[in-house]
């Protein structure tokens, strides 16, 4: 047997046949290699680069004139011990002893491997920019859309969930029975805190909060022009201390328990308190004018209060002061028949009581306390705070309820939309694939198998995808002032990094 000096002659040969050679020379190196003896020879094959067993039979007995089971067992025959400097004789195979050298027979460090596969990733992308370009924008924008509608639905879901007591927290509503049927209405009458409190002691927490909008304030001195400042001020309220032992808002200075237990005190947010005085650290203790006929002592500053909230509060006044002798409600503060939209009633509800229970007692009470014939069309109930932002039909403060049909629908919208992007992608790639079915061949004839054909073409996508979202993410950030206009609300740039 000759085989490995010349038995392949050193004529002119096509770029197939020289890869051909390779590879049986590889096939015998390994045949002969004790480490590949629980490797088949069919595995030996796919292993050099075959990719199937009768492309490998074919061309293994073309160039040795023997099949490879033949081969094998006469090799067993001539070298029984595997001699590692056979290696060397065996090269001769192929006819170009030096270019043999470039060719490795051990893997490449998977590092490389994969850097190899982004840089022709890159490249391919460079040489097809059109497709690149569409490819890239119609996914970007695809994306950018989905990104803006998730981000609207997680901020209107995120509504007040900071509270620890959330899940307990709950407002009174006023239920008026009519011709036109049952009429739900945020506002309760005025001595409603004090009646449940009394009414029920199990009650640990009731709190009564009243919007007090376009109300005008002033610091300083009339006689002196260079200090003395007017505001006009529409997120302004009157409350008592217990309502920021249910809500949990940040304090910065002062006592929440006691901050609004006395008349003529109020609380200012921290962007109020530096409106007023410059600086909310030296606001505490200081006075300001209301309506210019009272004096109110600033006793608490508490945090900005956040976007995601049905409170936008910014300066609280003492309930105290309004129901007192003087205040402006003097005259209703046993008033069980007048409502205002404005004063709400929040109570925290015990864990031993369901609302179906609760409503029932509520009812038995506002029969109770309501006059006849008032209480025949007039009652109450409960609405939980985690239900407030959903319902378009009661008012809430921030005044811009959103519906859970409406979240449902808009997230379907942004889900369809990324869809679209997704199969415009996909219909684009498969449409260039036609394109590139002679590189495929050419990387097939060079040894690729499917799963580096696959990693080459993932890598691609990956390159896509990610230019994409950073694109949209861009596109998203700069749309997000109009979105808020559009909408009405106050989402940050920081819900979308």
């Given amino acids: 047997m000759n085989y490995h000096g010349s038995s392949i002659r050193c004529s002119k040969k096509n770029f197939h046949e020289f890869i ?34 009768s492309a490998f039979n074919r061309i293994f007995k073309g160039m040795t004139g023997k099949s490879p089971a033949e081969y094998k067992n006469d090799l067993k025959k001539e070298f029984p011990v595997y001699k590692p400097g056979l290696r060397y004789r065996l090269a001769a195979v192929i006819s170009n002893h030096d270019t043999t050298q470039k060719w490795s027979h051990q893997k490449l460090n998977r590092n490389i491997m994969f850097k190899n596969y982004f840089k022709t990733a890159w490249r391919s992308l460079k040489r097809n920019k059109s497709y690149a370009a569409i490819n890239i924008t119609g996914l970007a924008i695809g994306i950018a859309a989905c990104l803006l509608i998730f981000l609207v639905v997680q901020y209107e879901t995120s509504f007040d969930n900071f509270h620890t007591n959330k899940d307990h927290i709950y407002r009174v509503v006023s239920v008026s029975h009519g011709p036109d049927g049952v009429t739900l209405g945020s506002g309760t009458q005025f001595p409603m805190a004090d009646g449940l409190r009394s009414e029920f002691p199990q009650l640990k927490n009731v709190a009564s909060i009243m919007l007090n909008d376009g109300s005008h304030y002033s610091v300083g001195s009339a006689n002196n022009a260079g200090s003395f400042k007017k505001f006009k001020e529409d997120s302004a309220y009157y409350a008592d201390p217990h309502f920021f032992e249910i809500f949990d808002f940040a304090w910065l200075a002062g006592d929440k328990k006691t901050a609004l237990a006395e008349p003529n005190t ?93 409503d029932a007692n509520l009812v038995a009470f506002a029969m109770k306390r309501i006059p006849p014939p008032y209480n025949k069309t007039s009652s109450l109930q409960l609405q939980a705070l985690k239900d407030m932002h959903y319902n378009t039909k ?27 992007a997704c199969v415009n992608f996909i219909n684009l790639a498969t449409a260039q694939a036609v394109n590139r079915s002679k590189e495929v061949g050419i990387r097939k004839v060079l040894g690729s198998n499917r799963y580096q054909l696959m990693l080459q073409f993932i890598c691609e996508t990956l390159i896509i995808t990610s230019v994409a979202i950073v694109l949209a993410s861009a596109i998203a950030f700069i749309t997000l002032p109009m979105l808020n206009t559009l909408l009405e609300i106050r989402m940050s740039r920081g819900f979308i990094f």
């Avoid at 402006?328 to 008033?335: A, E, F, P, T």
Wanted: hydrophobic share 40%.
């Fill in 266 to 358: 109020m609380i200012l947010s921290r962007n109020e308190a530096d409106r007023f005085f410059g600086d909310w650290h030296t606001a505490i203790g200081k006075t300001v004018r209301y309506e210019n006929k009272r004096d109110f002592k600033v006793t608490g500053i508490i945090e900005n209060t956040p976007a995601n909230t049905d409170f936008p509060i910014r300066l609280v006044m003492s309930w105290v002061t309004l129901v007192n002798k003087g205040g402006d409600l003097n005259g209703n503060s046993q008033d069980w028949i007048s409502v205002s939209s404005d004063k709400h009633t929040y109570i925290i509800l015990p864990n031993n009581m369901t609302v179906k229970q609760f």
């Fill in 394 to 420: 009661v008012d809430v403060y921030g005044g811009h309820p959103f519906s859970k049909d409406l979240l449902n629908v808009i997230s379907l919208i942004g889900l369809f939309l990324l869809i679209i």
């Fill in 20 to 53: 051909s050679e390779y590879r049986v020379s590889d096939v015998i190196q390994k045949m002969l290699d004790p480490a590949f003896d629980h490797i088949t020879l069919l595995g030996i094959a796919y292993d050099s680069g075959f990719n199937s067993k």
